[in-house]
T-cell receptor, first 115, second 117 residues
């Protein structure tokens, strides 16, 4: 069964600095999708960035980028120029393509941004 | 921007009562999901729904749970006889499907907080 692991329960970063959140996953599939979702105090889950496993190029969305290492099954999120509004829970998620519909989420990393 | 709408935002109920949580997915989406999150912890998959039937469900989704799409727009989650441990935030999510941009991106609603006393 696929699993998603986020080993950092909590991270802190100074405003304007860069932080990297880690995510590893376990799968036997070769084609799948990976996501980072942000959950602010309002609790709504908001997509930050996504990566298709067949794409070698790392996805970027403005200040957010990923380091996708397929062989190592690693999918880290880098947030550059951190802002106070980035403070939230961040969840890594996986979706396979072999007969499953569900998205598997990690346990989350709480990011604190220090002024 | 299109959004997934959930009602109620918060419901308090007595143990043993039936609860229905409602969701209006984005109109052109074809796949629908319910997830739950207990006290800001892990986001747990409950069920997925496609083509008017359950496509996949978790061990959590036992006989006390049911889903339906009664009128082609609403997507409901019913808990027949609530237990204390059903207290959680319930999230509805939807996605478009194959062959479209962002087809695999789940869009979530704001959640329904269920408190069972």
């Amino acid at each position: 069964a696929q699993t998603v692991t986020q080993s950092q329960p909590e991270m802190s970063v100074q405003e304007a600095e860069t932080v990297t959140l880690s995510c590893t996953y376990d799968t036997s599939e070769s084609d799948y999708y990976l996501f980072w979702y942000k959950q602010p105090p309002s609790r709504q889950m908001i997509l930050v960035i996504r990566q298709e496993a067949y794409k070698q190029q790392n996805a970027t969305e403005n200040r957010f980028s990923v380091n996708f290492q397929k062989a190592a099954k690693s999918f880290s999120l880098k947030i550059s120029d951190s802002q106070l509004g980035d403070a939230a829970m961040y969840f890594c998620a996986y979706r396979g393509t072999s007969g499953t519909y569900k998205y598997i989420f990690g346990t989350g990393t709480r990011l604190k941004v220090l002024a | 921007e299109p959004e997934v709408t959930q009602t109620p935002s918060h419901q308090v109920t007595q143990m043993g009562q039936e609860v229905i949580l409602r969701c209006v997915p984005i109109s052109n989406h074809l796949y629908f999901y319910w997830y739950r999150q207990i006290l800001g912890q892990k986001v747990e998959f409950l069920v997925s729904f496609y083509n008017n039937e359950i496509s996949e469900k978790s061990e959590i989704f036992d006989d006390q749970f049911s889903v339906e799409r009664p009128d082609g727009s609403n997507f409901t989650l019913k808990i027949r006889s609530t237990k204390l441990e059903d207290s959680a935030m319930y999230f509805c999510a939807s996605r478009t499907g194959q062959g479209s941009s962002g087809a695999n991106v789940l869009t979530f609603g704001a959640g329904s907080r269920l408190t069972v006393l």
